[in-house]
């Protein structure tokens, strides 16, 4: 069971955040100058970074750092400005080595740098409901051509009974599965996409993806993932693969091999957002399940700012209620008709949704 740790922009909750508090060495005379630091921070603001000099002895130079990575080196205690638009949403550690007399000291402070946009919530109306296979614990959707393909994981429900992990091809409107190829038991299947006619789809826990020919499910090749992680969404913008492992973070891949090309962390105005699951590539936006969560989050995959939330919990109260019924999850644009196909796992409907924008 993946664990549930919930968005705090559906959920409306504060999120905690660090005390901005400095760290130094004992019987140093320096600190980095948080009278001129703020807790937050977005990615359109500098950052002005000083020395606190409590007994005015001569500063050489002073080298800061992010997480690690040098930023700079100012002269003296001359203030360094370092510009955001650099950064990635999340928590930064702000390292200082200031050198004086032949000695340094290393000094740290905490601040986050969240998005500056408020998200907008976007309401649905129901155009039509089909029918799904109540069996299937949807991992991944997506339409290719007039069909949609789907993925589908081994999870266990309430009443102990597996799912099997699945590719399909479905009919969107029937809910029949026209293709399929079912993995092993020890498979957890979970997100899918679709990018130059090869079928791509990640596993759980096994640390690779497989890579299918979409006409004929045939499975062509196996691409290990470029670390140790946990497989959960997946995407494409035509070019590279976009994937999720349940983090705040969204990976950017090399569809030939699944290397790392770059990440992108999702972030709210009250902070970074964790669980991102199934994503679906909508005109230049992500749209994503979060795990838990009855809802899908609009954001921009150039710095994974949450634009929009759309509200969808009234779906699970119009679908079969049964042992083993679980979230939402499931996300199909449908380019002709300008709709989504949205369902959950172990959900007995697919609902065509048209989604208001404000």
Same mark, same amino acid.
């Given at each position: 069971?993946?664990?549930?740790?919930?968005?705090?922009?559906?959920? /409306?909750?504060?999120?905690?955040?660090?005390?901005?508090?400095? =760290?130094?060495?004992?019987?140093?005379?320096?600190?980095?100058?948080?009278? &001129? @630091?703020?807790?937050?921070?977005? /990615?359109?603001?500098?950052?002005?970074?000083?020395?606190?000099n409590?007994?005015?002895?001569?500063?050489?130079?002073?080298?800061?750092?992010?997480?690690d990575?040098? +930023?700079?080196t100012?002269?003296?205690?001359?203030?360094?400005?370092?510009?955001?638009?650099?950064?990635?949403?999340?928590?930064?550690?702000?390292?200082?080595?200031?050198?004086?007399?032949?000695?340094?000291?290393?000094?740290? +402070?905490?601040?986050?740098?969240?998005?500056?946009?408020?998200?907008?919530?976007?309401?649905?109306?129901?155009?039509?409901?089909?029918?799904?296979?109540?069996?299937?614990?949807?991992?991944? @959707?997506?339409?290719? !051509?007039?069909?949609?393909?789907?993925? &589908?994981?081994?999870?266990?429900?309430? $009443?102990?009974?597996?799912?099997?992990?699945s590719?399909?091809?479905?009919?969107?409107?029937? !809910?029949?599965? @026209?293709?399929?190829?079912?993995?092993?038991?020890?498979?957890?299947?979970?997100?899918? &996409?679709?990018?130059?006619?090869? @079928?791509?789809?990640?596993?759980?826990?096994?640390?690779?993806?497989?890579?299918?020919?979409?006409?004929?499910?045939? =499975?062509?090749?196996? /691409?290990?993932?470029?670390? =140790?992680?946990?497989?959960?969404?997946? &995407?494409?913008?035509?070019?590279?693969?976009?994937?999720?492992?349940?983090?705040?973070?969204?990976?950017?891949?090399?569809?030939?091999?699944?290397?790392?090309?770059?990440?992108?962390?999702? $972030?709210?105005?009250?902070?970074?957002?964790?669980?991102?699951?199934? /994503?679906?590539?909508?005109?230049?936006?992500?749209?994503?399940?979060?795990?838990?969560?009855?809802? +899908?989050?609009?954001?921009?995959?150039?710095?994974?700012?949450?634009?929009?939330?759309?509200?969808?919990?009234d779906?699970?109260?119009?679908?079969?209620?049964?042992?083993d019924?679980?979230?939402?999850?499931?996300i199909?644009? *449908?380019?002709?008709?300008?709709?989504?196909?949205?369902?959950?796992?172990?959900?007995?409907?697919?609902?065509?949704?048209?989604? *208001?924008?404000?």
């Amino acid at each position: 069971m993946k664990n549930r740790k919930y968005l705090a922009v559906f959920a /409306l909750a504060i999120l905690s955040v660090g005390c901005n508090k400095d =760290k130094k060495n004992e019987n140093s005379s320096f600190s980095i100058d948080s009278s &001129t @630091l703020k807790q937050t921070y977005s /990615l359109n603001e500098a950052l002005p970074l000083s020395i606190k000099n409590t007994e005015n002895k001569a500063i050489d130079s002073v080298a800061y750092f992010i997480n690690d990575v040098k +930023i700079g080196t100012s002269k003296g205690n001359a203030v360094l400005n370092y510009d955001l638009s650099k950064e990635k949403f999340g928590s930064k550690e702000i390292k200082a080595i200031v050198y004086s007399g032949g000695s340094s000291s290393e000094n740290t +402070i905490k601040i986050d740098v969240f998005s500056d946009i408020q998200p907008v919530i976007w309401d649905y109306t129901i155009v039509n409901t089909y029918p799904h296979d109540i069996g299937a614990y949807t991992q991944g @959707l997506e339409f290719y !051509g007039d069909n949609l393909v789907e993925s &589908t994981g081994n999870g266990e429900g309430r $009443s102990g009974k597996r799912g099997k992990s699945s590719v399909r091809i479905v009919n969107p409107k029937t !809910g029949e599965a @026209l293709k399929k190829v079912e993995l092993e038991d020890r498979i957890f299947g979970e997100g899918a &996409t679709v990018l130059n006619d090869k @079928l791509y789809q990640l596993t759980y826990k096994n640390n690779e993806g497989y890579v299918y020919n979409i006409h004929t499910l045939e =499975k062509e090749k196996t /691409l290990p993932y470029f670390q =140790k992680m946990e497989g959960w969404g997946l &995407t494409n913008d035509g070019t590279h693969l976009y994937m999720t492992d349940g983090s705040d973070k969204v990976y950017i891949l090399n569809p030939a091999d699944f290397s790392k090309i770059d990440y992108f962390t999702v $972030s709210t105005n009250r902070g970074t957002v964790y669980n991102v699951n199934e /994503l679906e590539w909508v005109n230049g936006k992500i749209y994503a399940n979060f795990y838990g969560q009855d809802a +899908i989050g609009v954001f921009d995959p150039k710095n994974g700012a949450v634009d929009a939330v759309i509200n969808l919990s009234d779906l699970r109260s119009k679908v079969t209620q049964h042992e083993d019924l679980d979230v939402l999850n499931g996300i199909a644009y *449908n380019k002709k008709t300008d709709t989504f196909f949205v369902t959950g796992k172990n959900w007995d409907k697919m609902f065509e949704i048209k989604i *208001n924008k404000k």
